[in-house]
């Protein structure tokens, strides 16, 4: 696959926005994108042919979000997005730990990556890529810009020792409930050695919240630990009462319509998704086939 050069300045853009929030050296930025650090200066000045291979265009590309389509979907300030974004500041500012666990389809992952993007120091794992003790340590380090490579107890020490190195980071893991349990007995640890120096912040369905209640009620080790360290506390976003829940889905569907198609059709929308108990992707698949 022969790349364009308009990809490429895309990814460089991002990239370069990516560089603004992040205030470790660009050392550690350029290996944060699995790039050589002189490589990197060379593409601080607009140097994009013949630096990189276009693998590593692609994977940087990828992990920025950068496409070649223009995306016009808009991020609407949701409920949801508004109280994520209540839960992250409060999370990076004092150092601490949360746990969101919520019904799928309702923007936590599109919400939670909107964010992180104007937040210094905020980095986001996709916890259903890295399930295993071993990848998960690896993965995070790598998107924190610790060297990945090597034994695994040096990784894990010095992805602490970095974390602790920063000012205020964050971290965010989405599909938590993914993670096996030895990368839970993992996040214990992380969690002890940057105690009060970062943020952390779970993000799952259902099933985060029955693995670590069935833990706690079978009394594993680890999973009290876990929990009491963040927080102690499930939050929920949507309600449980079936009046108000259907009310709080008409308005997030209503408020994401509103912001990404004409206002005549907010309302047929809202219908066609509540009634049926549809999510934020049936919305969005329903637009793009009106256009």
């Not at 490579?149 to 190195?165: A, T």
């Not at 992380?190 to 009394?219: F, H, P, V």
Request: proline share 1%; aromatic share 8%.
């Amino acid at each position: 696959m022969k790349l364009t050069d308009k990809f490429k300045h895309k990814t460089l853009k991002a990239l370069e926005m990516d560089r603004m929030h992040y205030s470790g050296s660009d050392s550690a930025f350029a290996k944060k994108h699995g790039i050589n650090a002189s490589v990197f200066s060379r593409m601080k000045n607009g140097i994009i042919n013949g630096v990189l291979g276009e693998s590593n265009w692609l994977s940087i590309g990828r992990s920025l979000g950068v496409t070649m389509r223009d995306d016009n979907w808009k991020i609407a300030r949701t409920e949801v997005y508004n109280q994520i974004e209540d839960n992250l500041k409060f999370c990076k500012e004092f150092s601490k730990a949360m746990i969101l666990v919520d019904t799928w389809g309702i923007g936590k992952t599109a919400s939670a990556k909107h964010i992180l993007r104007t937040m210094d120091d905020a980095f986001y794992l996709d916890c259903s890529q890295a399930k295993t003790k071993m990848l998960f340590i690896k993965s995070l380090a790598k998107s924190i810009g610790v060297e990945d490579k090597g034994r695994y107890v040096d990784v894990k020490e010095d992805l602490k020792y970095y974390l602790n190195l920063l000012e205020r980071p964050i971290v965010v893991l989405d599909d938590a409930g993914d993670l096996q349990y030895d990368a839970f007995l993992a996040l214990k640890e992380l969690w002890n050695g940057t105690e009060d120096r970062c943020g952390w912040y779970m993000i799952g369905d259902d099933s985060l919240q029955a693995k670590i209640s069935k833990g706690l009620e079978k009394q594993k080790v680890g999973y009290g630990a876990i929990f009491s360290r963040f927080s102690g506390d499930f939050i929920h976003l949507v309600p449980i009462d079936k009046g108000q829940k259907l009310d709080f889905m008409s308005k997030l569907v209503g408020d994401v319509a509103t912001a990404n198609t004409s206002k005549t059709k907010v309302n047929k929308l809202i219908k066609q998704c509540v009634s049926k108990e549809k999510t934020l992707r049936h919305l969005k698949t329903l637009i793009q086939l009106q256009a």
